[in-house]
């Protein structure tokens, strides 16, 4: 299934199988491998707007804090990447499929240095959010 996703390239605003932006990429992966719609944030290239990571970071809003123990195929990775932010979904505990600005999608390992050092967050989408 994960081979039906590598190899996209990078298109800014993209979010099918012509081309995607990162946080395109992770909407691609949830529409076509699990089903799940999740919301587009226009204008911006980023995992989620800040307002909701801040929420989830609070355990409110519909991204929900994914402790390492619990990480699981779909749930999303946020890591920094200078003055923008960049995710991926994750495969599984380590593996995460991602799409690096200019490049194709791949298949990276949260654990290495590259992007360890990056690592924000890993929060998975739910479908009904407690109050808050």
Do not use: K, N, Q
């Not at 081309?19 to 990429?25: I, S, W």
């Amino acid at each position: 299934m994960t081979a039906r996703f590598l190899d996209i390239p990078y298109r800014l605003g993209g979010a099918d199988f012509d081309g995607c932006d990162c946080y395109g990429l992770v909407r691609l992966y949830h529409r076509a491998a699990l089903g799940v719609d999740l919301p587009a944030y226009p204008g911006a290239e980023i995992a989620v707007d800040r307002a909701e990571i801040s929420a989830a970071a609070a355990g409110r809003g519909p991204w929900a804090p994914v402790a390492r123990a619990e990480i699981g195929r779909g749930d999303v990775v946020l890591m920094s990447g200078g003055a923008a932010l960049h995710c991926g979904v994750m495969m599984d505990a380590r593996r995460f499929l991602h799409v690096a600005m200019f490049g194709f999608s791949e298949l990276g390992d949260v654990t290495a240095a590259e992007y360890a050092a990056r690592l924000r967050g890993v929060y998975r989408w739910r479908t009904s959010s407690p109050a808050g």
